[in-house]
């Protein structure tokens, strides 16, 4: 099964949420508090997300976090690529040749054309686009 780890969803849901309040400033309680994320997750995640550039921080007893660009130039691509690591697939779409058949592999080429087609729909998908979904709880007690 392929899929993104717990930690990155976390990390795209708090995104998500900072991206529809784009110029405020966020403390980690207040993220933390908001998303219902637990607060040392979201300090590990706002923290790598900075390291990735894609959150400013600001030190201080008014600092906090906010995005480093506006929510229509980051997309879930930088997401995932900024929490995981390189989207791939299976190891040959990373460019690494470990595999002892490679020379003979007929699906090498199969994969890569899936795993690039998996990339550009996550680089289609911007944080904006996320930011204008309403939370799944609104949705399960139709209050839309």
């Known amino acids: 099964m392929v899929r993104i780890s717990k930690l990155t969803d976390y990390g795209v849901m708090i995104m998500a949420f900072m991206a529809g309040h ?6 980690a309680r ?6 219902t994320v637990a ?4 300090a590990k995640l706002l923290k790598k997300l900075t390291k990735n550039h894609l ?3 600001q030190r201080g ?3 906090g ?3 480093a660009c506006d929510p229509e130039k980051i ?5 995932v690529d900024a929490l ?6 299976t190891e040959c779409s990373l460019g690494h040749d470990y595999c002892p058949t490679a020379t003979h592999c007929s699906v090498k080429s199969p994969w890569l054309r899936i795993n690039h087609t998996i990339t550009n729909a996550l680089q289609a998908i911007k944080l904006s686009d996320l930011s204008s979904t309403p939370p799944l709880t609104e949705v399960m007690h139709g209050k839309l």
């Not at 784009?22 to 403390?27: G, H, N, R, T």
């Not at 207040?30 to 998303?35: L, N, P, Y």
Request: charged share 15%; aromatic share 6%.
């Open 22 to 27: 784009p110029a405020k400033l966020f403390q």
């Open 30 to 35: 207040e993220i933390a508090q908001r998303t």
């Open 39 to 42: 607060q040392p997750t979201v």
């Open 55 to 57: 959150l400013i921080s």
């Open 61 to 63: 007893t008014h600092g």
């Open 65 to 67: 976090y906010h995005l």
């Open 75 to 79: 997309s879930v691509a930088d997401l």
């Open 84 to 89: 995981e690591g390189p989207i791939a697939i």
